[in-house]
C-alpha cells in the first residue's frame, strides 16, 4: 500500500480571517510536488496548518496520514507519525544547543512512543551520525555547539533546517522556500542534498520561488495556489513555465482567485 | 565536534546508593531543649567547648537579635522562634540511618544521579566510604600550601587569632535580625583560608568535608582570601536537604585582598517549609575580584541578596542568580553592590522562573558612594514566568552619590514564547519537554558558569521541577 498525506477540502483561518479556502491536495510517498504561487498566496498558511500551529485554525475539511487523522494529533504527534516541514522563517531558541535540541528530535522521533525522561540515543552513537551527515552537508561541526538558530545567518538557517531533515528522515516533508537565502554554491548542495535524504523515501511538498531547488528534484506534480486555493495542477512543464512567464495567464483564468489574492494582501499591508 | 558535555554526563552511570553499607549511629549525643534565651546560647557555647569572648559574642547578639524587629519587607515571615531546637550535636544530625530519609527524598538523589559522596552529605548520613580517603590526600595537599579548609567550630578551636581577627568583621551581628540570630546559635559552615599567592585550582567543595558539622541550619562560613590567592569555593546542595528543621539562616562573610579572586558557587533546593533567610556579604580590596554564583530553588520563603562591598580601587563584584519559584514558594533574591572606591565595577545578572503560583522578586541595590569616580555597575535581571497564576516582581534600588559613573539597567519579564514551543514540538518534542528546555536555554548563561556535575544537576532540578515531581 502506498503511504499518503492525503488533503481534501481545508480551511484555515487566522486570527478568524479565512487565508485557505479548500485546498485539495493528495501526496504520495516517493514523489515530489511542487507548490508555487505569489507571495500571500497562502503556501507557508498550509504548511503551518499541516503542522499544527497554534495560530492556524482549521475551520472545515481533513487531512489523513496513511489513514489516520492528522488534524487530531497534537504537533509533536505529527512530527512523530512522520511530518516534517522546513520553516520559511525558523526560530531561535536561545541557550539550547543544536546537538542537544537535535538528540532529543531524533530520539522522539524515532522512538514516537517514547515518553519524558526516558533515554535519549546513546551519546557516541548520536555524536557520529551527526558529524556525518554535517559533513556531507558541509556545514562546520561547530553548529553543534551553537545555540538553534540564534545568530544564524539566513543561509546558516536554512542549512540547520535541511540537517534537521537529514537527521530526522521523515516520511513527508514540506520545505518552506528553503532555497531562499542560499547562495548559489548552497543552493546546488541543497537540491542535490534533499535528494540524497528523500529519494523514494519521501513524499516532498517543495514550496519555492526559484528553480534551482527542482533541478534535482524533478517534480512529478506543480500546483499553482492563488487567493487559498490551488487553481491548477500540472508536471514540471508547468513550474518552468512559472518561471519564465510568472503568473500573468494564471490570474487572467482565475479572476476571482486573483482578486483574493489581492485583497488578502491589501489587508496586510494596510495592517502592518 | 558536537561536545555537548553536559548530554555527555548523562551517560555516566552513578552507582546504585543502596549497596553501601550506612552505619546506625546512636540516636542523639546532646539537643538543646526548644527555644532560645541566654542559658541555651551559653549552654551551646559550653558544649562547643569554646574561648570566652565567642561566648560573650553570642549572647550579645541574643540582645541585638531581640532587640530588632522583624523585617517588614520581602516575603511574610512566620516562625515561632521559641518552637525550634537551636542546636542538636552534630552526631545526632548526621547519625541519620539511610532507611530514616524519606522516600521521596531518596527518589529525587537517584533520579538527579547525585555522586555518592554528596548523596549522604546531603541526607545527612555519616557512613564510612572510600571518600574519605580522597578527601584525605586533598586535604594533606592543601596543607602543604598553607590552605586552612575546615569546619568553623574546629577553626575557633585551632586557629583562635585567625578566627578572631576575622570573624564577624565583614558582617556584625548588628546588620540584621538574622545575621544577629545566627551570631548568636552559630554552628557549623566552612571556615577557609588561602595565604598570599596561592592559586587554589580545583573547586573545592562541601562535601568533602564529610567528618565536620556541615548541616547546621545556622552555619557560619568564614573565608579569607590572602593577597594574589585565588579559591573556588562550592557549596553544592543540588538535592533537597533533609532536616526537620523549618528554619535555615546562615551567614557567609567573605574578604578578598589585594589582587586576591574568589568565587563562591550555591546551589540550594530546599525543602518546602523552609524558611531559608541568609545574610552573604564579601569585601574586595585594590583590583581584587569576588564573585557570587548562586542557585535557588525549593523553600517556602528565600531571603538571600549576597552582597559584594568594593573598598579600594579595581575591586570587582559580579553576582549571577538563578531562583525558581514553584507551587506555594517564594524567592526573593537578588544583589547588593557597593562601590566605595574609584575605578570598581559590577555586574549583576540574575533570572528567575515562576511556576504553579510561584512568585519570585528581584530584590537589588546598586549604591556609589561619594568620590567612587569612574565606577562601572551593569545590572541585567530577566524574568520569565511560566503560567498565568505565577508572579515576578523586581524592586532595583539605584543610590548614586558620585556624578562620573557608568550605569545599566536592564529588567525583562517574558512568558514561554508560543512559536519557540511550536518550533521544539514540530521535531517531536512533547510541550512538557519542549518547555523544559526553552527553560534550560533561558538559565543557560548562568548554568554554564557551574562546575560540570553542578551544571548537568541544575538542568535535571530545572527538569524535575518542571514535572513537578519535587515541590
Ligand atoms: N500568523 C499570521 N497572522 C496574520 N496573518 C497571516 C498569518 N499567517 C498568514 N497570514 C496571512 O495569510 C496570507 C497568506 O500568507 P502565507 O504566509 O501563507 O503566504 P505565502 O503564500 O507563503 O507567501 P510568500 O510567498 O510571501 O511566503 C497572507 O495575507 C498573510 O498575511
Ligand atoms: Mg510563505
Known amino acids: 500500500m502506498t503511504e499518503t498525506l492525503k488533503i481534501c477540502d481545508l480551511h484555515v483561518s487566522v486570527e478568524g480571517k479565512p487565508i485557505l479556502k479548500g485546498v485539495n491536495l493528495t501526496l504520495n510517498r516517493g514523489e515530489v510536488h511542487a507548490l508555487m504561487g505569489p507571495n500571500g498566496s497562502g503556501k507557508s498558511t498550509l504548511g503551518l496548518a499541516l503542522m499544527g500551529h497554534p495560530r492556524y485554525e482549521v475551520t472545515s475539511g481533513s487531512v489523513e496520514l496513511n489513514g489516520e487523522d492528522l488534524l487530531e494529533m497534537e504537533v509533536h504527534e505529527r512530527a512523530r507519525a512522520g511530518l516534517f516541514m522546513a520553516f520559511q522563517r525558523p526560530m531561535s531558541i536561545p541557550g539550547v544547543k543544536m546537538a542537544d535540541f537535535l538528540r532529543h528530535a531524533s530520539t522522539n522521533v524515532r522512538n514516537p512512543d517514547r515518553k519524558e525522561g526516558e533515554d535519549l540515543i546513546p551519546m557516541r552513537e548520536f555524536r557520529k551520525e551527526l558529524k556525518s551527515k554535517m559533513d556531507q552537508l558541509k556545514m562546520d561541526t561547530q553548529f553543534a555547539r551553537r545555540y538553534v538558530n540564534e545568530g544564524f545567518s539566513g543561509g546558516e538557517m536554512k542549512r540547520a533546517e535541511i540537517l534537521q531533515l537529514a537527521m530526522l528522515r521523515p516520511k513527508f516533508a514540506i520545505l518552506d522556500e528553503t532555497d531562499s537565502g542560499l547562495d548559489a554554491d548552497a543552493v546546488r548542495l541543497a537540491s542535490t542534498s534533499i535528494a540524497e535524504i528523500g529519494g523514494a523515501e519521501m513524499g516532498i511538498l517543495i514550496i519555492t520561488h526559484h528553480e534551482r531547488l527542482l533541478e534535482h528534484n524533478r517534480p512529478d506534480y506543480t500546483h499553482v495556489m492563488l487567493g487559498g486555493r490551488i487553481v491548477e495542477t500540472g508536471g514540471a512543464e508547468l513550474a518552468a513555465e512559472l518561471h519564465k512567464e510568472g503568473y500573468g495567464r494564471i490570474r487572467h483564468e482565475h479572476p476571482e482567485a486573483a482578486a483574493e489574492n489581492e485583497s488578502m494582501e491589501e489587508e496586510t499591508t494596510a495592517s502592518s | ?471
Open chain 2, 1 to 471: 565536534m558536537a561536545t555537548d558535555t553536559k548530554a555527555e554526563h548523562e551517560d555516566l552511570g552513578f552507582e546504585d546508593i543502596n549497596k553501601y553499607d550506612f552505619r546506625n549511629e546512636e540516636k542523639y549525643i546532646f539537643k538543646s531543649r526548644k527555644g532560645l534565651d541566654a542559658d541555651i546560647v551559653s549552654e551551646i557555647s559550653a558544649m562547643k567547648k569554646e574561648p570566652e569572648w565567642m561566648r560573650d559574642f553570642r549572647l550579645r547578639s541574643l540582645d541585638i537579635f531581640n532587640s530588632k524587629p522583624m523585617p517588614n519587607w520581602g516575603g511574610n515571615i512566620n516562625i515561632d522562634f521559641q518552637d525550634i531546637y537551636y542546636y542538636i550535636k552534630p552526631s545526632d544530625r548526621q547519625g541519620h540511618s539511610w532507611d530514616d530519609v524519606p522516600a521521596e527524598i531518596k527518589d529525587t538523589f537517584d533520579k538527579l544521579g547525585i555522586p555518592e559522596a554528596e548523596k549522604k552529605y546531603l541526607a545527612g548520613v555519616k557512613a564510612q566510604y572510600e571518600s574519605e580517603v580522597v578527601y584525605g590526600s586533598l586535604q594533606e595537599d592543601l596543607e602543604k600550601q598553607g590552605v586552612i579548609f575546615t569546619d568553623t567550630d574546629s577553626a575557633v578551636r585551632e586557629y583562635p587569632d585567625l578566627v578572631q581577627e576575622y570573624f564577624a568583621k565583614v558582617i556584625p551581628p548588628e546588620d540584621n535580625k538574622f545575621a544577629a540570630l545566627n551570631s548568636a546559635v552559630w554552628s557549623g559552615g566552612s571556615f577557609i583560608y588561602v595565604p598570599p599567592g596561592v592559586k587554589i585550582e580545583f573547586p573545592l567543595q562541601a562535601y568533602f568535608r564529610i567528618n565536620a558539622e556541615s548541616m547546621g541550619q545556622f552555619e557560619r562560613t568564614l573565608i579569607i582570601v590572602d593577597e594574589g590567592a585565588q579559591v573556588h569555593y562550592v557549596e553544592g546542595c543540588t538535592a533537597p536537604k533533609y532536616t526537620t528543621e523549618s528554619l535555615h539562616s546562615a551567614v557567609v562573610e567573605i574578604m578578598v585582598k589585594k589582587g586576591g579572586r574568589c568565587r563562591y558557587t550555591t546551589i540550594q533546593n530546599w525543602a518546602n517549609n523552609i524558611y531559608n533567610l541568609v545574610t552573604k556579604r564579601a569585601v574586595a580590596y585594590r583590583d581584587a575580584t569576588m564573585e557570587w554564583v548562586d542557585g535557588n530553588l525549593g523553600s517556602q520563603l528565600t531571603m538571600k541578596y549576597p552582597a559584594v562591598y568594593m573598598m579600594e580601587p579595581g575591586a570587582r563584584g559580579e553576582i549571577l542568580s538563578i531562583a525558581f519559584a514553584n507551587k506555594g514558594q517564594h524567592q526573593d533574591a537578588g544583589a547588593k553592590v557597593v562601590h566605595a572606591a574609584p575605578d570598581t565595577s559590577s555586574l549583576i545578572v540574575s533570572k528567575s522562573i515562576s511556576r504553579g503560583g510561584g512568585r519570585s522578586s528581584y530584590r537589588g541595590l546598586v549604591k556609589v558612594e561619594d568620590g567612587a569616580k569612574n565606577s562601572k555597575s551593569s545590572v541585567v535581571c530577566d524574568a520569565l514566568i511560566l503560567d498565568p497564576i505565577s508572579r515576578s516582581d523586581t524592586y532595583p534600588y539605584i543610590e548614586v552619590e558620585e556624578d562620573e559613573v557608568t550605569i545599566g539597567h536592564e529588567a525583562s519579564v517574558s512568558r514561554i514564547n508560543e512559536e519557540q514551543l511550536f518550533y521544539l514540538m514540530s521535531r517531536g518534542l512533547s510541550e512538557p519537554e519542549a518547555s523544559t528546555m526553552i527553560v534550560n536555554g533561558f538559565v543557560e548563561p548562568l548554568v554554564k558558569e557551574l562546575p560540570m556535575e553542578y551544571a548537568v544537576e541544575m538542568n535535571r532540578l530545572i527538569q524535575l521541577q518542571m514535572e513537578g515531581s519535587v515541590g
